[in-house]
């Protein structure tokens, strides 16, 4: 991808990729999930799906390849879903982009403690700091993780922020979707 840091590591790479892709969809998206695969790997024994695609330059693709799954289904808690994935051993890692509504932390002292659920839910909605925020996170068998946040009001490939450490509770899901 062409916003994509040749000098990030291929976790970075892959999560800028999926961000990207999730960027040309639009807001307004329901999560989508993403196996990640070693490039090489489904080259060498999936050479008909490599091409399909489009990974039969060796030089031109990253080291993980994102494969979009079925659809997240709506009407079910994203942990509980998360819960009841299992990955077979050719998948090296996984990838969840979701939108979310989040408050600045000067507004964190504002919520009513006695709300919850869909009532905190609609007050963060209406909260007039409310930022719409579009979260990609990746993790690998290993432990490894990444993370891109992309605010709508600053919707450009350059104002996508990164690091390991961005969305923890996210990125413990999604590690747990790899134990036994």
């Not at 509504?101 to 905190?120: C, F, R, T, W």
Request: net charge negative; aromatic share 4%; proline share 8%.
């Amino acid at each position: 991808m062409s916003n994509t840091p040749m000098a990030a590591s291929p976790l970075t790479r892959a999560v800028l990729e999926i961000d990207e892709y999730a960027s040309g969809l639009g807001w307004d998206q329901p999560a989508r999930l993403f196996a990640l695969v070693d490039t090489a790997r489904l080259r060498a024994q999936e050479p008909g799906l490599a091409a399909q695609l489009g990974l039969e330059d060796e030089q031109a693709t990253s080291a993980l390849t994102p494969i979009e799954q079925d659809e997240v289904p709506t009407g079910k808690p994203l942990d509980e879903f998360l819960g009841t994935i299992a990955w077979p051993d050719a998948v090296t890692g996984c990838a969840l982009t979701v939108e979310r509504l989040m408050l600045p932390p000067s507004a964190e002292a504002q919520v009513p403690q006695d709300l919850s659920g869909a009532a905190l839910t609609k007050w963060v909605a209406n909260h007039p700091e409310r930022q719409e925020v579009r979260m990609t996170v990746a993790v690998l068998r290993d432990g490894t993780r990444e993370s891109a946040l992309r605010l709508r009001e600053k919707d450009t490939p350059t104002e996508v922020l990164t690091g390991k450490d961005l969305v923890p509770g996210l990125a413990e899901a999604l590690t747990a979707t790899f134990e036994d």
